[in-house]
């Protein structure tokens, strides 16, 4: 059997996390389009997030924390670069409602930290970073499990057609496998957003969010900020 196949379906692990992702982190970049546009979608929604438990897989630069931090309840944020959690702590410290675990989404060993319930899930990048289908269906299982009712995931179509390649030295999910295989078959797309609506009982809405200033290469930040359009999925528990 092709290998690459092999581990997509069940990559072995899950593997602990190893030094790359104590060395380095996306912090130091701007948010992706795909992140700026929730941020933009919860100002011009803002009881949308105001009181609420927020969970949110992929701390970055923590511009999220940023942008909704005081009107937040509850913030907990996963990471698997350390230095994006020494970064968010070297910047807001240490706030009794927040917490951030340097972990991977795809682990279910890391399961038990994850206390619920939360009203909004966010991950932009539901698929991109995964090591193989049996981690990432733990994974959405993990989100069913620990939204509230009628909580919402939240994930954006930018991020949908984005799969990792992996071919960097770069912090990412342990058991990741490299090459084309492992990168096309990280791209969820809209198709596999749908497939999952109906596989975990979620009910999906689409908004459309305009004008969102980001920059276009994400780590060339010669130039002026792009504009651009962005959707962003909402899977709704109940
Ligand atoms: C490209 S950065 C994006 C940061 C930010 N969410 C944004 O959209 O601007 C990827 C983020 O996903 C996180 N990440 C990647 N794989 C992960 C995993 N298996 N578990 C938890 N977080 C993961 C990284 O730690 C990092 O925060």
Same mark, same amino acid.
């Given at each position: 059997?092709?290998?690459?196949?092999?581990? =997509?379906?069940?990559?072995?692990? #899950?593997? /602990?996390?190893? !030094?790359?992702?104590?060395?380095?982190?996306?912090?130091?970049?701007?948010?992706t389009l795909a !992140?700026?546009a929730v941020?933009?979608?919860?100002?011009?929604?803002?009881?949308?997030?105001?009181?609420? $438990?927020?969970?949110?897989?992929?701390?970055?630069?923590? @511009?999220?924390?940023?942008?909704? &931090?005081?009107?937040?309840?509850?913030?907990? &944020?996963?990471?698997?670069?350390?230095? !994006?959690?020494?970064?968010?702590?070297?910047?807001?410290?240490? #706030?009794?409602?927040?917490?951030?675990?340097?972990?991977?989404?795809?682990? #279910?060993?890391?399961?038990?930290?994850?206390?619920? #319930?939360?009203?909004?899930?966010?991950?932009v990048?539901l698929? @991109?970073?995964?090591?193989?289908?049996?981690?990432?269906?733990?994974?959405?299982?993990?989100?069913?499990?620990? =939204?509230?009712?009628?909580?919402?995931?939240i994930t954006a179509a930018t991020g949908l057609r984005f799969?990792?390649?992996?071919?960097?030295?770069?912090?990412?999910?342990?058991?990741?496998?490299?090459?084309?295989?492992?990168? @096309?078959?990280?791209i969820l797309g809209e198709?596999g957003v749908?497939?999952?609506?109906? $596989?975990?009982?979620?009910?999906?809405?689409k908004h459309a969010v $305009?004008?969102v200033?980001?920059?276009?290469?994400?780590?060339?930040? @010669?130039? !002026?900020? /792009?504009?651009a359009d962005e959707s962003l999925w =909402?899977? $709704?528990?109940?």
């Amino acid at each position: 059997m092709n290998k690459d196949v092999l581990n =997509l379906d069940h990559c072995g692990g #899950p593997y /602990d996390l190893t !030094e790359a992702n104590r060395e380095t982190g996306y912090h130091p970049w701007p948010g992706t389009l795909a !992140e700026q546009a929730v941020i933009a979608f919860f100002k011009a929604n803002p009881t949308r997030i105001a009181g609420k $438990r927020l969970l949110h897989l992929g701390i970055g630069n923590s @511009s999220v924390f940023r942008a909704v &931090g005081d009107h937040v309840s509850k913030f907990v &944020g996963l990471t698997v670069c350390l230095p !994006e959690k020494i970064h968010f702590e070297q910047t807001f410290g240490h #706030p009794a409602h927040a917490e951030i675990h340097f972990a991977s989404k795809h682990d #279910p060993r890391n399961y038990d930290k994850i206390v619920g #319930p939360f009203d909004v899930i966010v991950d932009v990048n539901l698929k @991109s970073f995964a090591c193989c289908e049996q981690h990432f269906q733990d994974m959405m299982a993990l989100y069913v499990d620990r =939204l509230a009712p009628n909580g919402v995931i939240i994930t954006a179509a930018t991020g949908l057609r984005f799969g990792w390649s992996a071919a960097k030295r770069l912090a990412n999910t342990p058991g990741v496998s490299a090459g084309e295989a492992g990168r @096309s078959w990280r791209i969820l797309g809209e198709q596999g957003v749908q497939q999952l609506g109906e $596989r975990y009982g979620l009910t999906l809405e689409k908004h459309a969010v $305009r004008g969102v200033a980001h920059w276009h290469g994400q780590f060339d930040l @010669s130039g !002026e900020p /792009d504009i651009a359009d962005e959707s962003l999925w =909402l899977l $709704r528990k109940g």
